[in-house]
């Protein structure tokens, strides 16, 4: 079994091309939407969202067929045509020009693989079973929706806010080392749970950056 690398990639402003236009292209299109990336979608029809995020300019779409050179300049290419030739050829030329692909037809032909994938704001799991079962990871994913509930959303927010106001007041590396491990156990997740956590106040912040400053 071939041990995949899991990583979180900076898609914004980069070209990335999905080759097809039925629901397995809309599907890779729709995970791709809120990265920012340059979405370019080649396909001789689209279905019917395809089309609609082409009308917006959410996409470009190159009204075709796969061509030699459509993936030039690629970040990420996405084999996602019905035709199995055709993704067999997109996958080569993405080979050749070192481009990371995915083939939709057959995870082991292509570089990578798409997980199925939770969202809490700042919080994303991806859940991958390695090409043994996209649909077992589907349900692998549901279950954790049911523990990683929408709490996660506004707690991580609040860890965020927290932690930049400790790197912007505390000059010392060693007393902001000691507040980010401190941060790190802080639990008001219960409250956002249960709908009494309040908005902390700059005072507060600053009374608990005071209370856990010292060893």
């Known amino acids: 079994m071939k041990k995949l690398v899991p990583v979180m990639l900076d898609l914004e402003h980069c ?9 397995v292209a809309e599907r890779k299109v729709d995970g791709l939407l809120e990265s920012g990336a340059s979405l370019v979608v080649v396909s001789p ?4 969202r395809l089309t ?18 459509d993936i030039q300049g690629a970040a990420l290419v996405y084999a996602a045509s ?5 993704n067999a050829a997109v996958a080569r030329e993405a080979r050749e020009r070192g481009i ?15 997980p199925a994938v939770l969202r809490r704001g700042r919080l994303t799991v991806a859940v991958s079973t390695s090409g043994a079962g996209p649909a077992a990871a ?6 954790l929706a049911g523990v990683l509930g929408e709490e996660y959303e506004p707690y991580l927010d609040f860890l965020h806010e927290l932690r930049c106001e400790i790197k ?4 010392s590396p060693e007393h902001r080392g000691q507040l980010l491990r401190r941060l790190a156990g802080l639990d008001v997740l219960e409250e956002m749970r249960q709908g009494t956590f309040t908005r902390w106040s700059d005072a507060e912040i ?8 010292e060893p």
């Open 100 to 114: 990371p692909v995915n083939v939709a037809s057959g995870a082991d032909a292509g570089s990578f693989i798409t």
């Open 206 to 213: 600053t009374a608990w950056i005071a209370a856990n400053r």
């Open 168 to 171: 912007r007041r505390e000059p």
């Open 138 to 143: 589907v349900r692998i994913t549901e279950r």
């Open 82 to 86: 019905s035709d199995a030739a055709v």
């Open 15 to 23: 070209r990335v091309v999905v080759v097809g236009g039925g629901t």
């Open 45 to 48: 029809g689209l279905t019917g």
């Open 52 to 69: 609609r995020l082409a009308g917006d300019g959410a996409v470009a779409w190159v009204s075709r067929g796969y061509a030699p050179g």
